[in-house]
């Protein structure tokens, strides 16, 4: 009963859309003396590549037998472009604080001249 069944790769994009990826039908041969006992089968399946942004979502397999429907608990897949650079400020934050620091020290020295005089 057990030894047919289909698996169903699917993803929900971010508005909660189904959309089907991959699906097989599998047909397990049980060795003589292996009935009626718990078996776990391993199937993988690679997603590549993606198409574009928009593959952004969570994917799940599923599994039906006649009567009997499992679902995994699903990988979230952030997809980003070939091009996207992760932002950094460092340069940025280095650079205004070395201008305000000299631009400080400028200042007082001016300000300890002028006394000076």
């Known amino acids: 009963k057990?030894?047919?069944?289909?698996?169903?790769?699917?993803?929900i994009n971010l508005l909660d859309?189904?959309?089907?990826v991959y699906t097989r039908l599998e047909n397990v041969?049980?060795?003589?003396?292996?009935?009626?006992k718990t078996a776990i089968l391993s199937y993988d399946y690679r997603i590549m590549p993606l198409e574009n942004t928009s593959s952004t979502g969570t994917y799940y397999c599923e599994v039906k037998w006649n009567d009997v429907q499992k679902?995994?608990?699903g990988v979230f897949v952030l997809a980003r472009d070939t091009g996207y650079?992760?932002?950094?400020?460092g340069w940025e934050i280095?650079?205004?604080?070395?201008?305000?620091l000299a631009v400080l020290s400028i200042t007082a020295t001016a300000l300890l001249l002028w006394k000076r005089k």
């Open 2 to 11: 057990y030894t047919k069944f289909s698996i169903f790769y699917y993803w």
């Open 17 to 20: 859309q189904k959309t089907s």
């Open 29 to 36: 041969a049980i060795p003589p003396g292996e009935e009626n």
């Open 71 to 73: 679902m995994g608990k």
């Open 85 to 89: 650079i992760n932002t950094s400020y």
């Open 94 to 100: 280095l650079v205004t604080l070395t201008v305000l």
